[in-house]
């Protein structure tokens, strides 16, 4: 099962927190490249933040900076999403996407650049 599955979204107030979980499967690679991204109606997925697995190089969108830390749970496959001081404008489907065997590089924000995808976890702002 290659297919990553997404949880913890959920509805908060602005300035309020939530943590997203990623659980994936590990393959023997020595790196792979998973990242957030979020997705609203008639808008293109975008990208939140990423991680490299192995090297635990982050990045992140200047919309998350700040406020958002992508993380690791090594001995459970889950790569977290923790989101503070969340505002109205972060409400969105957030997806996970997973490539295997891969570097991040500089295509990490690029969704065509991930092989496989989760059903995504709503995130809701409410003003």
């Known amino acids: 099962q290659m297919q990553p599955v997404e949880s913890g979204g959920g509805s908060v107030q602005a300035g309020g927190s939530l943590r997203l979980s990623c659980v994936f499967s590990?393959?023997?690679?020595?790196?792979?490249?998973m990242a957030w991204f979020r997705q609203v109606p008639g808008k293109s997925r975008e990208g939140v933040a990423a991680?490299?697995?192995?090297?635990?190089?982050?990045s992140y969108a200047d919309s998350a900076k700040g406020r958002f830390t992508v993380s690791e749970d090594n001995a459970h496959n889950t790569l977290y999403l923790q989101m503070d001081s969340l505002k109205p404008g972060d409400s969105a489907l957030y997806y996970c996407?997973?490539?295997?065997?891969?570097?991040?590089?500089?295509?990490?924000?690029?969704?065509?650049?991930?092989?496989?995808w989760g059903q995504g976890t709503q995130v809701t702002v409410s003003s």
């Open positions: 996407g997973t490539r295997p065997n891969s570097l991040c590089g500089t295509s990490f924000f690029n969704p065509a650049f991930y092989d496989y």
């Open positions: 991680f490299e697995i192995g090297s635990g190089k982050t």
């Open positions: 590990r393959v023997s690679y020595s790196r792979s490249c």
